[in-house]
């Protein structure tokens, strides 16, 4: 187990693999610990924001550590790079997957990032997911205010261009939590998917989306889902709460621990919804 690419992980079963941002080593370890409670494959992603972080290279380090020492197999994966060194950085620290994002480029300049990006990293072993169309919406601090759908038409030509292990869509799915309720285009999904054919198709900002809009997006072809915003209120809450119990102890080491355990169970719930649990749906 341990270890493995985009490519590998997504062709395990013929569910959605569930990738969660992480921050920490606790964090890191609660997503590791409810995919092996689970029994089923993860993807531990960081963004390009925090592993950009003074120090952070260590909490790469530790992903790193933690996939190889996994009982179920784990894809250690950068997430939303705009750049071509920071992509380097992440291979360098022994990421199995990076994401160039050039959606806020021309499809031309997205085409021409992408194929540099894919170069370097598939010649070492490491796949690489992009993206067409932009999400709106805050990812840890960055904020996107308008959307771009992803156009159908360009997919053909992006795909033909290029040699990516994953594509990430818009489909009115955003970053952060939703102002109301979220409305997935769904024929856009289809159409995509139709033209996509064997390229995984990635649906980003999964924090508040629902049960059933999950399921139709993996039905219609979904094979990978972020979740971020989810993993952080989930640990912030069971910090708060932990903390709320007995104030004056300031327990460094309890606290943490709790945060892992809410992460863990959190993780496993959506592992199993996205692997098995939305055929129900269907
Ligand atoms: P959310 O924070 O909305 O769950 O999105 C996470 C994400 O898509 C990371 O790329």
Request: proline share 3%.
């Amino acid at each position: 187990m341990g270890l493995v690419t985009l490519k590998e992980i997504l062709k395990i079963h013929d569910g959605a693999v569930g990738a969660f941002s992480t921050y920490d080593q606790y964090s890191a370890q609660g997503i590791i610990e409810g995919a092996e409670e689970a029994g089923l494959p993860v993807i531990l992603m960081i963004g390009s924001g925090p592993l950009n972080k003074p120090g952070n290279d260590y909490v790469g380090q530790i992903m790193v550590q933690l996939a190889k020492e996994a009982s179920v197999p784990v894809c250690v994966f950068l997430d939303h790079s705009k750049d071509y060194k920071t992509c380097l950085k992440a291979i360098k620290l022994g990421f199995s997957a990076v994401m160039i994002d050039g959606s806020h480029l021309s499809l031309e300049e997205n085409i021409a990032i992408t194929n540099k990006v894919t170069e370097a990293a598939q010649a070492l072993g490491v796949s690489v997911e992009a993206e067409l169309g932009a999400l709106a919406g805050i990812e840890d601090g960055e904020e996107v205010k308008q959307a771009k759908m992803t156009d159908p038409t360009h997919v053909e030509e992006f795909l033909g261009k290029t040699d990516v292990d994953g594509l990430a869509v818009s489909i009115g799915n955003a970053h952060g939590l939703y102002k109301g309720e979220p409305k997935l285009d769904f024929e856009r999904l289809q159409t995509i998917a139709g033209i996509s054919q064997d390229v995984p198709l990635i649906l980003h900002g999964g924090t508040g989306l629902t049960l059933a809009q999950f399921a139709k997006g993996v039905e219609l072809g979904i094979k990978k889902i972020n979740i971020g915003t989810e993993v952080k209120k989930t640990y912030i809450e069971a910090f708060i709460n932990t903390h709320e119990k007995n104030v004056s102890s300031y327990d460094m080491v309890e606290i943490p621990q709790a945060c892992k355990k809410a992460v863990a169970k959190m993780v496993k719930e959506n592992l199993e919804f996205f692997a098995n649990g939305w055929r129900k749906l269907i």
